[in-house]
C-alpha cells in the first residue's frame, strides 16, 4: 500500500520542500516550514487521461461591452476599486492590524444594504455581539445586513446559497477560514488556499462580489500564500500610521481598473470620512516661515496631491552620519545626496540628514526629487522657502532636472489652493489656465544658489577624527 506523501510547506511564502530546513530557501524567512499531508495517490497509479473537449477560438477583433458596476456608495472606495464592485468580482484587502479594514468594510456593507442591496458580513475573528458594538458606535446597527461569526466555508457557502445572490460578500478574514476538503491546520498555506478557492468557485458562480480580509506580515507583505493575491481580480491595502488619522487606500491589482488611484479616508471617533480634498487635508497642519520644508505638487493616480516635504539637516557625532527617509524611498535619498554633493558642492558628508513626507502619504514618484532636494538645502542653508510656491521635477544623475507628466493638473490643484508660483523643469512646462507664475529650472544648480543666497549660512560641520593606527 502506497504510503501518502508529505511536505513542508514555508507559512511565509508558500514554497514546499521534501524535508524539514531551518530556513526557508524561497523568502529567507526562519522557522517557518511546516509539515503537511498531501491528497491519498489514487489506486493503479496516475489518473486516467481524459480525451480533450473542443472549443472555439475566436479573433481579437469584435464587440466588447464595459463590465457593469454596483457603486458601494463610498466614493473613495468606488474611485480606488475603478467605479465600483464588479458582479463575481473578488477583492483582497490587506492592511495592518487596527489600521481599519474592518471599519471601512462594515461602513460599505451597510451603504449597500441601505440601497437594497442583500449583503453578509462574515467575521471570522469576532462575535457577532462585537461587531454589532461597532455597528453601533458607527451608526451603522439600523442597517439590514446579514451577520453571522462562522469559519467553516462549507457553512458558509450553503447558508450564503439560500435565497436570493447576495451583491456583496465580506470574510473577515480569510487566514481564519478552514475547509473540510484540505488536512490541514486553519491559518496554514494550504488551508488559505483551499478556502480561497472554494469561496472564489462560488463568487465566480453566483455572480456576488466577494471582499476577503488578509492580514500582513511584519514587513508590510500580505501574509499567506502568493497564489492567493495571483487567484483574486484586486489586491487593495490599506496605509496608514497609527499617529495620523489619514488612511490610504491603494490599488496593487485591479483588472477592472487602474491600480495607481488612491482613495484618501481620516479616521475619526464615528469611523472613516472621506476626503475629498487630500491636499488641503495634508497641508492643514504646515509649518510657515520654517527652513527645510518644501511642498511637492505630486499626482496619485488621475488626482493631484499637494503635501508637505520636510527635511533636517543637522551636524553629526558619528563616524557615519544618519541618513533617515519616512514616506519616500531611501535610495532615491541617496541619489540626490549625491547630484547635490557631485554637481552643486553642498557637502553633506558631516551631517545628518532626515527626510519626511507629513501627513503618513508614501510617495512613489520620481517627481518628487526636486522638493526634497529644495527642502535640503533650506534646512542646511537656514533660509525659509516661499510659503506661496510648489516645487515638482526629477533629478538626473547629471543635476539636469527633467520634465514630469501631467505638469498642468500639478498647477491647477496648486492655483485651486492659493499657491502663487511653482518651480518646475524649464522644458515641457503646461502653465494651464492655472494662473501660476512658474520658474523654470534646467539644472539643480540654479535652485541651490537661489535659495543659498536667501539663507544664513551655517557653520561648517566640525572635521571627523582620524582613527589611529
Known amino acids: 500500500m502506497a504510503k501518502n506523501a508529505s511536505s513542508f510547506v514555508c507559512q511565509n511564502c508558500g514554497a514546499a520542500y521534501g524535508r524539514w530546513q531551518g530556513r526557508c530557501e524561497s523568502c529567507g524567512e526562519w522557522n517557518t516550514l511546516v509539515e503537511e499531508g498531501a491528497t491519498a495517490p489514487v489506486p493503479g497509479g496516475a489518473r486516467a487521461a481524459r480525451k480533450g473537449r473542443r472549443f472555439e477560438l475566436e479573433p481579437l477583433t469584435g464587440e466588447t461591452l464595459d463590465a457593469p458596476r454596483l457603486p458601494s456608495g463610498i466614493a473613495e472606495l468606488d474611485r480606488v476599486t475603478g467605479g465600483g464592485f464588479v458582479p463575481g468580482s473578488v477583492l483582497l484587502m490587506a492592511g495592518d492590524p487596527g489600521i481599519g479594514k474592518s471599519t471601512l468594510l462594515i461602513q460599505a456593507a451597510a451603504a449597500l444594504a441601505r440601497a437594497g442591496h442583500r449583503t453578509v458580513y ?190 533636517l539637516v543637522a551636524p553629526t557625532s558619528l563616524g557615519t552620519p544618519r541618513r533617515a527617509v519616512v514616506g519616500w524611498e531611501g535610495s532615491r535619498l541617496a541619489m540626490v545626496l549625491a547630484v547635490l554633493e557631485a554637481h552643486c558642492g553642498v557637502k553633506l558628508g558631516g551631517y545628518d540628514v532626515y527626510l519626511n513626507v507629513a501627513g503618513g502619504l508614501r510617495i512613489n514618484e520620481p517627481a518628487a526629487d526636486l522638493a526634497a532636494a529644495a527642502a535640503l538645502v533650506s534646512s542646511l542653508a537656514g533660509a525659509a522657502l516661499p510659503a506661496d510656491a510648489v516645487y515638482f521635477g526629477e533629478i538626473s544623475l547629471s543635476g539636469a532636472v527633467r520634465p514630469v507628466a501631467q505638469s498642468g493638473a500639478r498647477l491647477k490643484e496648486a492655483g485651486k489652493l492659493g499657491f502663487k508660483r511653482a518651480v518646475a523643469p524649464e522644458t515641457g512646462r503646461e502653465s494651464g489656465d492655472a494662473g501660476l507664475a512658474v520658474t523654470g529650472i534646467g539644472h539643480l544648480t540654479t535652485m541651490v544658489a537661489d535659495i543659498a543666497a536667501r539663507g544664513t549660512p551655517r557653520p561648517a560641520a566640525s572635521p571627523r577624527p582620524a582613527k589611529r593606527a
Not at 450564503?160 to 481564519?176: F, H, Y
Open 122 to 311: 462574515i467575521s471570522g475573528e469576532e462575535a457577532v455581539a462585537q461587531v454589532r458594538l461597532r455597528a453601533e458606535r458607527l451608526g451603522l446597527s439600523q442597517a439590514p445586513v446579514e451577520l453571522a461569526s462562522e469559519t467553516a466555508v462549507e457553512d458558509i457557502i450553503a447558508t450564503i446559497a439560500e435565497g436570493k445572490t447576495p451583491r456583496l460578500i465580506v470574510i473577515d478574514s480569510i487566514q481564519t477560514m478552514w475547509s473540510n476538503a484540505v488536512d490541514s491546520a486553519p491559518g496554514t498555506v494550504t488551508q488559505v488556499r483551499g478556502s480561497a478557492q472554494a469561496l472564489i468557485r462560488y463568487a465566480k458562480k453566483s455572480g456576488a462580489a466577494l471582499m476577503l480580509v488578509g492580514h500582513v506580515t511584519k514587513d508590510g507583505q500580505i501574509a499567506g500564500p502568493r497564489v492567493v493575491e495571483h487567484m483574486v481580480d484586486a489586491v487593495m491595502s490599506f496605509e496608514g500610521e497609527g499617529s495620523q488619522q489619514f488612511r490610504i487606500l491603494r490599488a496593487v491589482k485591479n483588472r477592472f481598473g487602474p491600480t495607481d488611484e488612491i482613495g484618501v479616508f481620516e479616521m475619526t471617533g464615528l469611523g472613516l470620512r472621506e476626503v475629498s480634498n487630500p491636499s488641503e487635508l495634508f497641508l492643514s497642519e504646515r509649518d510657515l516661515g520654517s527652513p527645510g520644508t518644501a511642498v511637492f505638487a505630486g499626482i496619485e493616480g488621475t488626482r493631484p496631491v499637494l503635501v508637505e516635504i520636510q527635511a
